[in-house]
T-cell receptor, first 111, second 116 residues
Framework: QKEVEQDPGPLSVPEGAIVSLNCTYSNSAFQYFMWYRQYSRKGPELLMYTYSSGNKEDGRFTAQVDKSSKYISLFIRDSQPSDSATYLCAMPSGGSYIPTFGRGTSLIVHP | GAVVSQHPSWVICKSGTSVKIECRSLDFQATTMFWYRQFPKQSLMLMATSNEGSKATYEQGVEKDKFLINHASLTLSTLTVTSAHPEDSSFYIC????????????FGEGSRLTVL
């Protein structure tokens, strides 16, 4: 079993929909949770970063962490075509904080 | 802030030649830089970690003689693919972090290498 599992999709939604992207993990040592967005042929960019269980909101994005279930989610409200990208979850661990990445979920928001 | 510049963004080379990719942190000092490789529709595969002034630490299965990494300053790391072969064709991405934000990685734009 991989440490971080993420459905690759693609996930196709109409503009304006609420999008839910998810990751599960197996290592209970993970304490920090990050979401990166990667546009095609570009490097990833950090979207959100959260530590504790519960919700963290930033504009149209909400990150949710459930440590008891080892499950994290990223919600996108009022999705836009410009949100079309691959979303990767990442979890740094250990003293070196090198993150373990999920394989990414491809999101397509069509007008 | 936290901008990482990677160059070139794409390169085509002949089999057997060497290619150098540069990664620069433009507005912060990168105490650690990471080099990743990414295949289509796959996640990021960590190749090596480099700390400024030290030898790079390579992940298992990555040939250190083929992928030479140098991190000579706090703002520059280079990856040289030596004697490139078509199977080395891939998307290479660097990332950097600064000492005071060890959990946050800032990525370059990536470099697409095609070996003919």
């Amino acid at each position: 079993q991989k440490e971080v599992e993420q459905d690759p999709g693609p996930l196709s939604v109409p503009e304006g929909a609420i999008v839910s992207l998810n990751c599960t993990y197996s290592n209970s040592a993970f304490q920090y949770f990050m979401w990166y967005r990667q546009y095609s042929r570009k490097g990833p960019e950090l979207l959100m970063y959260t530590y504790s269980s519960g919700n963290k909101e930033d504009g149209r994005f909400t990150a949710q962490v459930d440590k008891s279930s080892k499950y994290i989610s990223l919600f996108i409200r009022d999705s836009q075509p410009s949100d079309s990208a691959t979303y990767l979850c990442a979890m740094p661990s250990g003293g070196s904080y090198i993150p373990t990445f999920g394989r990414g979920t491809s999101l397509i928001v069509h007008p | 802030g936290a901008v990482v510049s990677q160059h070139p963004s794409w390169v085509i080379c002949k089999s057997g030649t060497s290619v150098k990719i540069e990664c620069r942190s433009l507005d912060f000092q990168a105490t650690t830089m990471f080099w990743y490789r990414q295949f289509p529709k796959q996640s990021l595969m960590l190749m090596a970690t480099s700390n400024e002034g030290s030898k790079a630490t390579y992940e298992q299965g990555v040939e250190k003689d083929k992928f030479l990494i140098n991190h000579a300053s706090l703002t520059l790391s280079t990856l040289t693919v030596t004697s490139a072969h078509p199977e080395d064709s891939s998307f290479y991405i660097c990332s950097a972090r600064e000492k005071w934000r060890p959990r946050e990685l800032f990525f370059g734009e990536g470099s697409r290498l095609t070996v003919l």
